[in-house]
């Protein structure tokens, strides 16, 4: 990662634009099987599926500070606005856009889980997309999520390193 961002500013932006198109892949192959179980009258989970819930705001609050990382593109973009094209106009219309897909691709992806899984199969498990996969589609299924978690985390990975370089680098003066 630090090889490709070090190499060509053109090469990373090609590499993130690969590996967000495989992060949305995955999230439609779970959004089609959770559409399909959901077709087939797997509801029993979706009715269930916040029982036992908090609305303590410690808890509500812990929930959200967990899931920020996931929304942290909004915040990565302001370190490379200076290499947009018409910021004042782009940078803007990417939040506008970003956000809301983001949130509706969580909340599909989730309404998918409960298609599928229950809410103490969820609770149970360390990687949630993989024991989905495999409910879904057996071993094939398993390994299909595997590399989806694995192409998913490389190109948050290079994208925080993308973003970072541009906000760590001009600064380092400061620290000398």
């Known amino acids: 990662i630090t090889f490709v961002n070090s190499y060509s500013v053109t090469l990373a932006t090609k590499v993130q634009n690969v590996f967000t198109a495989a992060k949305l892949l995955a999230i439609l192959v779970i959004v089609a099987g959770g559409i ?9 989970y979706l009715a269930t599926g916040f029982t036992g819930s908090t609305n303590k705001l410690g808890d509500v609050a812990t929930a959200i500070y967990s899931c920020l990382w996931a929304y942290a593109g909004w915040n990565n973009l ?12 782009n940078l803007p219309r990417a939040i506008m856009i970003a956000l809301p897909t983001v949130t509706l691709c969580y909340m599909l992806v989730n309404v998918s889980y409960l298609a599928v899984m229950s809410p103490d199969q969820l609770l149970a498990s360390e990687t949630v997309a993989v024991v989905y996969g495999h409910a879904l589609l057996g071993t ?4 299909v ?3 989806a978690v694995v192409l998913s985390t490389f190109g948050a990975a290079n994208g925080s390193a993308f973003t970072a370089a541009r906000w760590v ?8």
């Open 36 to 44: 399909y179980k959901l077709a087939q009258g797997n509801t029993q």
């Open 78 to 89: 302001n370190n490379v606005t200076e290499e947009l094209k018409e910021p004042a106009i």
């Open 140 to 143: 094939a299924g398993k390994l």
């Open 145 to 147: 999520m595997i590399l």
């Open 169 to 176: 680098i001009p600064r380092l003066g400061a620290w000398e």
